[in-house]
Protein backbone atom coordinates (compact mmCIF):
# COMPACT_ATOMS: atom_id res chain seq x y z
CA UNK A 1 0.00 0.00 0.00
CA UNK A 2 0.98 3.40 -0.73
CA UNK A 3 0.02 6.77 1.30
CA UNK A 4 0.13 10.00 -0.44
CA UNK A 5 -0.38 13.09 1.25
CA UNK A 6 -1.15 16.59 -0.73
CA UNK A 7 -0.21 19.94 -0.12
CA UNK A 8 -0.08 23.70 -1.55
CA UNK A 9 -3.55 24.21 -3.07
CA UNK A 10 -5.36 27.69 -2.43
CA UNK A 11 -6.25 30.87 -4.28
CA UNK A 12 -4.36 32.66 -6.62
CA UNK A 13 -5.13 35.58 -9.47
CA UNK A 14 -4.50 34.82 -12.81
CA UNK A 15 -0.74 35.27 -13.63
CA UNK A 16 0.38 34.04 -10.32
CA UNK A 17 1.93 30.86 -8.90
CA UNK A 18 1.22 27.87 -6.50
CA UNK A 19 3.91 24.92 -5.88
CA UNK A 20 1.88 22.00 -4.76
CA UNK A 21 3.56 19.07 -2.57
CA UNK A 22 2.86 15.27 -2.57
CA UNK A 23 4.33 13.26 0.22
CA UNK A 24 4.46 9.19 -0.43
CA UNK A 25 4.70 7.15 2.04
CA UNK A 26 4.35 3.27 2.31
CA UNK A 27 5.73 0.41 -0.20
CA UNK A 28 7.19 2.41 -3.05
CA UNK A 29 9.17 -0.65 -3.92
CA UNK A 30 7.46 -1.00 -7.33
CA UNK A 31 6.64 2.73 -7.85
CA UNK A 32 7.39 3.79 -11.15
CA UNK A 33 5.74 7.13 -11.88
CA UNK A 34 4.75 9.80 -9.86
CA UNK A 35 2.66 12.33 -10.84
CA UNK A 36 -0.18 14.98 -10.82
CA UNK A 37 -3.64 14.47 -12.45
CA UNK A 38 -6.32 17.66 -12.02
CA UNK A 39 -10.38 17.61 -12.67
CA UNK A 40 -12.16 20.44 -12.94
CA UNK A 41 -15.88 21.03 -12.33
CA UNK A 42 -18.24 19.07 -14.93
CA UNK A 43 -14.91 17.51 -16.60
CA UNK A 44 -12.98 14.20 -16.25
CA UNK A 45 -9.74 13.32 -14.81
CA UNK A 46 -6.93 14.54 -16.88
CA UNK A 47 -3.22 14.20 -16.74
CA UNK A 48 -0.91 17.13 -15.70
CA UNK A 49 2.41 16.23 -15.47
CA UNK A 50 4.26 12.67 -14.58
CA UNK A 51 7.97 11.82 -13.69
CA UNK A 52 9.31 8.60 -13.63
CA UNK A 53 11.76 6.93 -11.14
CA UNK A 54 14.40 7.29 -14.23
CA UNK A 55 13.65 10.82 -14.62
CA UNK A 56 11.72 10.69 -17.94
CA UNK A 57 8.78 13.62 -17.60
CA UNK A 58 5.42 14.22 -19.97
CA UNK A 59 3.54 17.43 -19.21
CA UNK A 60 -0.18 17.94 -20.87
CA UNK A 61 0.27 20.23 -23.58
CA UNK A 62 -2.21 22.83 -22.00
CA UNK A 63 0.19 22.98 -19.04
CA UNK A 64 3.47 22.76 -21.12
CA UNK A 65 5.97 25.44 -20.42
CA UNK A 66 4.09 27.31 -17.40
CA UNK A 67 4.03 23.68 -14.82
CA UNK A 68 7.31 22.02 -13.88
CA UNK A 69 7.19 18.90 -12.15
CA UNK A 70 9.97 17.52 -10.08
CA UNK A 71 10.78 14.42 -7.43
CA UNK A 72 13.09 13.83 -4.80
CA UNK A 73 13.45 9.80 -3.25
CA UNK A 74 14.28 11.04 0.56
CA UNK A 75 11.06 11.01 1.32
CA UNK A 76 9.37 10.44 -1.81
CA UNK A 77 8.05 13.81 -2.84
CA UNK A 78 6.72 14.85 -5.88
CA UNK A 79 6.75 18.56 -6.64
CA UNK A 80 4.31 20.47 -9.38
CA UNK A 81 5.57 24.50 -9.40
CA UNK A 82 2.50 25.83 -11.41
CA UNK A 83 3.32 29.25 -12.96
CA UNK A 84 1.14 31.75 -15.23
CA UNK A 85 -1.73 30.47 -13.27
CA UNK A 86 -4.95 30.60 -15.62
CA UNK A 87 -8.60 30.81 -14.58
CA UNK A 88 -9.02 27.63 -16.78
CA UNK A 89 -6.42 25.57 -14.90
CA UNK A 90 -8.71 25.62 -11.76
CA UNK A 91 -9.54 22.26 -10.76
CA UNK A 92 -8.96 20.11 -8.04
CA UNK A 93 -5.35 17.88 -8.08
CA UNK A 94 -4.82 14.74 -7.30
CA UNK A 95 -1.54 13.28 -6.73
CA UNK A 96 -0.60 10.04 -8.17
CA UNK A 97 1.92 6.67 -8.36
CA UNK A 98 1.84 4.00 -10.76
CA UNK A 99 3.37 1.10 -10.02
CA UNK A 100 5.15 -1.08 -12.61
CA UNK A 101 2.23 -3.69 -12.55
CA UNK A 102 -0.01 -1.22 -13.87
CA UNK A 103 -1.67 -0.83 -10.07
CA UNK A 104 -2.06 3.25 -8.95
CA UNK A 105 -2.62 5.23 -5.73
CA UNK A 106 -4.27 8.55 -5.45
CA UNK A 107 -4.06 11.33 -3.19
CA UNK A 108 -7.01 12.91 -1.64
CA UNK A 109 -6.93 15.64 -3.41
CA UNK A 110 -5.96 19.33 -3.48
CA UNK A 111 -8.01 22.76 -4.45
CA UNK A 112 -6.65 25.37 -7.01
CA UNK A 113 -8.45 27.73 -7.77
CA UNK A 114 -7.37 30.79 -10.06
CA UNK A 115 -9.54 33.89 -10.27
CA UNK A 116 -9.49 36.66 -13.03
Known sequence: QVQLVESG?????AGG???????ASGNM???NAMGWYRQAPGKQRELVAYITSS????????VRGRFTISRV???????LQMNSLKPEDTAVY???????GGSQ???????VTISS
Open 9 to 13: GGLVQ
Open 17 to 23: SLRLSCV
Open 29 to 31: FSA
Open 55 to 62: GGINYADA
Open 73 to 79: NAPNTVY
Open 94 to 100: YCNVRNY
Open 105 to 111: YWGQGTQ
